[in-house]
């Protein structure tokens, strides 16, 4: 895997109003070679950072470089290497088809072959308009030519949203086999458990702050993801989760566990106990 640096982000301040301020201070970097999964409840100024990211938004202070342009300035080196779908978008009153010969040329390595390989494999009608098509429809198109830009950069925003279960599930084989080493994904999501096995490392936003990032193999030999039975909350965990027979409990790993990371217990392992949290992976 590469180690260049493809988003560097110092010393970030922004906010809307002066009253509301996002980011005071937020510094980040993310490689190549990776899905990184961008969590964070509603408010936590996912979105807002995606669009900083992608230069749609200028910071107040601080830096954001994009594949080595600072991000705000949109210069068209940057933009031709970068996707950004967001979770919400105007679309074209345009027919399926037409979408590689209007938008492809402003991407320079745009694959159409790849473009029509999707859009088989999402099963689309390429003669239906995207306008008119059903919102889980409109997201398999604009997916599909996000992937076959081939932009280094490519910006997910809530992108499962819509989907119906085969569609997910088609979703996580087609983002996992377009990752090479020059590539860089970000997914912001609620919908964690659509991206088993696909989002790694992971990026915990939290009131303006990054408290937690972490790959998964991290995770996996500091913490432990059990099944308890019974109507009494076990003791000595960090979490415990009611479900239907028990609790989904998380524990310090201290015995080499090998246990299956849930994402979504995670996140609440770490929204709840963000201070626990923090000293065990920096011990």
Known sequence: ???????????????????????????????????????????????????????????????????????????????????????????????????????????????????????????????????????????????????????RLLILDEPTNGLDIPSKSRFRKIISSSLHDETCMIISTHQVRDMVNLIDPLIVLDQGRIIFQQDLASVARKLVFRIHTGIQEPLGVLYAERIPGGYLTVAENAGQEDTDVDLEVLFNTIIHQPQKMRELFQA
């Open 1 to 151: 895997m590469t180690t260049e640096n493809m988003i560097s982000i110092g010393s970030l301040r922004f906010g809307y109003t002066s009253k509301r301020v996002l980011f005071d201070g937020l510094d980040l970097e993310l490689q190549g070679g990776q899905i990184y999964g961008l969590l964070g409840r509603n408010g936590a100024g996912k979105t807002t950072l995606l669009r900083l990211i992608a230069g749609l938004l200028r910071p107040w202070e601080g830096n954001i470089r994009t594949m080595g342009h600072p991000a705000w300035r949109r210069h068209a080196a940057m933009l031709e290497d970068i996707c950004f779908i967001p979770e919400e978008w105007a679309v074209p009153d345009l027919p399926i088809r037409d979408l590689p010969a209007i938008y492809g040329p402003f991407y320079p390595r745009f694959d159409e072959r790849l473009f029509w390989k999707l859009v088989e494999e999402f099963e689309l009608p390429v003669d239906g308009k995207v306008s008119g098509s059903s919102f889980g429809q409109k997201k398999k198109a604009i997916i599909s030519f996000g992937l076959a830009t081939r932009a």
